[in-house]
């Protein structure tokens, strides 16, 4: 390694340094005021995590930094605060009472090829409700608003959708699990060619609707009543924010289990996601729902 | 309504992608002048900024938002993988990527292979497929070049008609991706800009069966 190469970060890295430093500072001081104030605790997991947990996550293996120890055990850099929590609600299960309401802020990392300008470490302001109900929803959401509001981003904008709809759009339990699969898989990429084919193949009849759903953001089939109640006290709470309806938000349904959401602004990024998650009782053995959202402090400060 | 700004690659896409916005009302008469060295175009009675930039560049622009739609081939998506929605194959610029190279040997039994490419994703990924054990070496450009200075045994790049690989003395080995040129958009903008991106993409694709029934040819490999 040549001394120019010794001297730089890898790509995607970055140093805060002094005002970008005491921006951070102030921006997790006042997160932090906003959420203890409505009875959140802050929670630090370990920056290091065994890689095996990345079992119950949704995010793709080959994102998450790992490395080996002198055991040999495969470690992993932390790759988000959910699934660390998970793990920490499962070690932890009889000391805790629900509903538990946590914050975090810190940075999560992951792997990204360095040439589209991606960052790898994403500094993550999020919270979490587990065993809550919609109006401890909605009061995260607002508290999450209430910090947007205070950083100066201009432009806000949600996005929603509801797990299951586009289950319930395709009528998916006339689909074999490969054909669904595939469909999904399309509409994850955003590959409208691929999707135009297996929708064209597998379900003429409800192709029209399908992209008219994705793509006009038409309602096709209607949001159950739980999602209805629940996007009307979100309209209540934030009267002043455009919402508009993205089905492609949820597609990971083993995961999700109702409304999800995501944040984002006039100049086009996405500032945070987040939504209900059903994960803790499927793979931990949890019987509580979660609601919670992350947001991308890497935008808002600038990185 | 908003302006629309649409990235466009220079090289073998160009002229087609012009025909394009043409039909789409943009009159690309001043992106044709062979003197300009302008990088961006503004039609105000279409509303729409055109802006040239390289073919890598292309999904780099559109997945950051700084341009609502992109006309890229398949090759480069595929290679790339940026967040942005694939939306309409324009069917032009037809072309291959291809393993090729001098050799007639079989690479799977040779040592040391060394593959030059601007594409080493799918390059890597086509090789570790097919058994071959090689170092890929990143090039940005001239790729046949590589085999005949000596700097690798093969090439990965991408051929329409295969003109380049004969004057090169190259020949193909192994055909493994088919390409053509592809609209793409940033979803944010799909979004913020529903409408006129919606009436953009139906112009687009109006157009691109309206070809089909003539020529669609046009290829952007050599």
Known sequence: MNLKNELSLPAGF?????????????????????????????????????????????????????????????????????TSLARFLKMNSEKISFPLKVFYCGSVFRFFEGSMGRPREIIQFGAEIIGGDVDGEIELIKGIFEFLKGTGVKGLRISVSEAEYLKRLLSAEHLPAESLEKILHAIKCKDFIMLNELASALFPEQREDLFDTLLSGKNSVDFRPEMENFLEKLKNSLFNIPVDFDPSLVLDFDYYNGPMIEIYDQNKTSIGKGGRYGFLSKMFGIDKNGFGIALNLNYILGL | MEYLTVAVPKGNLFDESLKLLEYIGFPANQLKKEENRKLIFTDTRAKMKVVVTRNFDVPVYVEHGAADFGIVGKDVIAEMKPDVMELLDLRYGRCTLCLAGREKEDPKFLNNVRVATKYPNLASHFLSKEGIRARIIKLHGNIELAPLLGLSTYIVDLVATGKTLKENNLSIIKPFFSSSARLIANPFSWKLKRDSMLEFFEKARIYVEERSGSNASGSHGT
Do not use: C, M, Q
Request: net charge negative.
């Open chain 1, 14 to 82: 970055f140093d805060l340094e002094f005002e970008k430093a005491a921006a951070k500072r102030r921006l997790e001081n006042h997160f932090a005021d906003i959420f203890v104030n409505k009875g959140y605790r802050e929670f630090s997991p370990s920056l290091i995590e065994n890689y095996e947990l990345s079992d119950f996550s949704l995010v793709p293996k080959n994102k998450i930094f790992k490395f080996i120890d002198k055991s040999g055990d495969i470690l992993a850099l932390r790759w988000d605060y959910t």
